[in-house]
């Protein structure tokens, strides 16, 4: 008996389409059984009147049903489901009486507890979106990319695009980032000493697994990265944060007996300063004399508003203490996911073992495609592009966060793309009322080691909103802070 | 001063296109200081004259370097290096007498001790590689991939491609695996209950990170997948290797007090036997009866030969006690770097807050293409195309095993890309000679608790070997052996 056309219905509110969508539902229900082997399909010319399109719709998508076997045609009778398709057996619900195996008492959610609970992942939707980290449409060359992408999808790179790699990199990405990127900030490094990662939460994932562990002591900025605080929470190792005053991390501070030191000594994250020359060769010093490793996290380089970026630890660093961290994340787009670490090459071996073992390789296309734009100059076009239009943004923000009385709680940021911002009230209750307003503002808890000290900041990022909303946001914020406190 | 012609120079050998040879020449230059800002460059018609190539190739690589601001183009006068240009700061080369950091003594070597050295990198270039788990050009649709890839990159799609998505997953992907891939094996899973990894090996550590730790127990296959013992000597749990018989793991060989079984049962790696149902109904019994989670990693399912795929583990489980693995490396290709993990969503919810630790997420692009790929059926057309070709080769490989009386260590491997041959000498001293008669081998020794019983047995792979090449390989392998014994 044959299948009717009322059986087919599309939806032309979706964004897919409609030849795709018949595509889809003509599978989707062959699986699910609905359609069996030797059915009759609907003539073209009844399905398209059904459905309103065009025969040619349903044409491709009944010839490209055919040549992924799914369909036979038969001369003059029509289409009709494929008689070889083999259909998964189908289970039944758990039968309710069925003994059930005990989970709880086997998970301790030690992860699952470190997770943020204050990320809002529909940050698209809020029409004034302070939030750090993500993609702006408007400054990502999506057409270059996609350029890039499609050179590496060609035959002569199907060995880099479906190959295991094994422990292996892309020998032009690493040549690239070697000759090029790292000479700009004054980097000298070989082959040997990089290492791809999958964006710089997994270069520091690696890193802490490699150092550190029960009985060993590490000292991390406070306020930092939460990121690596949830990170060096299950290395096992204790946990010094040290203060940063208005110059960073001071090397004084730092405890005696660690193993590990991780700093963001060009532009502290969260609050922007950078680390003067004298004090990032004392903290050289004191790395050597007391023999720990100084983890450097170099994450925005690329957007330093004040003329030239000063120079990386990595790059005064002639004792090879230095393990640096570099992303993509913030200079190409973040679901890039790839990052990399420059070290000394035996730490670099030990860091790829762990990779392998973990992850094996970042996709081999991923690697080819960046390699094609950076090696294009896509990447420093970009760049460009990104650090006029955050300047942009930055003046803009200055100017509203001045007029409506804000306190920055740094000044002398270098630039990157975010401002550090004293609240006084409240921060986190702060961020819930103006959420309900239409604004998404960071607030600081998660940064701190003591998240009530966090309380007392917020940071404002200008990286996906455009410069025409920021004063109205800028209001909004100021106008709950009277409220606040009256 | 200006450029001369001969300041370039163009390799015709090069797979690189000369316009764009010409533009990484000039980038390169520019950033390595040899060409400065200000600096004119030859005339299109003398640089292409001396280059002997079409003055449009030139034209064109100048223009592409205008519009991303390495070169000015000044009417008349001709084309400049630009001035805005900000080049690196040129760090010296360390000085020879600056004291060193001591890295031997913070590292012990423990992961790059765990891995294999036995991995051919330079496969492609031997003739008769019987070599397991690469990409075969012949079987993978490369076209409709690069499809799949190219929609994916489409401007709809620039929140999956570019946005950092946390912890989570694309819906597109998670629903197709759910209700098509997971339905043909009988398993029923909502979205929570699914985890995408970057492949099996990142699954199985997750799990292993998850589960297990020092004090605890654990119970694998021998032989096993090697990558699996990597993973678990670094769980920090005591490993207890099970033999397996004709029929897999046997449940009552299994230690008491254990709390993770891993099992490949429907084609135990490496020796292919398939786990018969009474077994598999023993093996989960004895899992709720002790309290032990038991992780399938069901690879290669897709590549059954003998009719319809038995039920995996997790289709007839009705405790939750299964923790299901499956990859997408041999049915798409392991450059891909896309597996998932099927589970108690309690389960999933600590793995997830791992994954968000370790690497954040798999990159979205990857997973939107893998979506499309599966949704337009060509998974499916992939998977018929593999079936037969390596069905074919299957054919061609057991008529030369016969004919060259070589010793199949199994019978009634249901399927694969690959057989488990007995060595009647030792394996990795065979695979050494073959080598160098361009014959690639897997030796048994690296599937082995103890790698002396592995030197009596090897691999042989056919999933990267056309069938025509097989006879003379398999005839070179039984003569390296007739050899070995005379």
Redesign the interface.
Known sequence: MPIPPEAFILDRSA?IPLQ?QL??QI??AV??GRFRPGEKLPSIRALAGHLGVARVTVAQAFA??V????LTSRDRSGHYISEGI??????G???PQ???????Q??D?R?????RRD?V?DW?RFRFPFVY???D?EL?D?AA??DC??RA?G??E???????????DDPELIDYIA??IL??????ARPEGILLT??A??AL?LISQ??LGPGRRCAIEDPCYP?LR??LA?SGAAVHPVAVDAQGLPPDAIPAGV?AVFTTASHQCPTNTTMPLPRRRALLAR??QD?F?LIEDDYEFELSFAG?TS?ALK??D????VIYVGSF?KSV?????LGYVVA?P??V??????R???????????QRTLAHFL????H??QM?RMRRGYGERRAVMLEAIGQEGLDLARDGATGGSSFWLASPVPARALAQTLRARDVLIEPGWPFFADPARGDGFFRLAYSSISAARIPEGIRRIATAIREARA
Chains 1, 2 share one sequence.
């Open positions: 964004a795709l595509r889809r599978i989707g699986i699910a490209e049903l040549a992924t076997d799914y083999e259909l998964g057996p189908e289970a619900p758990p039968a069925a003994a059930r195996f005990d989970w709880g086997r998970l959610g992860f699952a507890q470190a997770q990320r992942r698209r980290g993500q993609a449409p990502v999506h990319w996609r992408a499609v999808l035959r002569r199907f060995a880099s695009l479906t190959g295991d790699l094994y422990g292996e000759r090029h000479t700009r900030r004054g980097i000298r999958l964006g939460q997994n994932w490699v150092l990121g949830e990170i299950h193993s790395a050597l023999g490793a030239a120079p790059a005064i002639q004792s090879g203490a994340s787009f973040p679901g890039l996911r000394d035996g730490f071996a030990e860091a790829r073992a762990l392998g073992l973990s992850l094996r390789h970042p996709p081999g296309h991923m090696s294009l100059g896509h420093d076009a460009k």
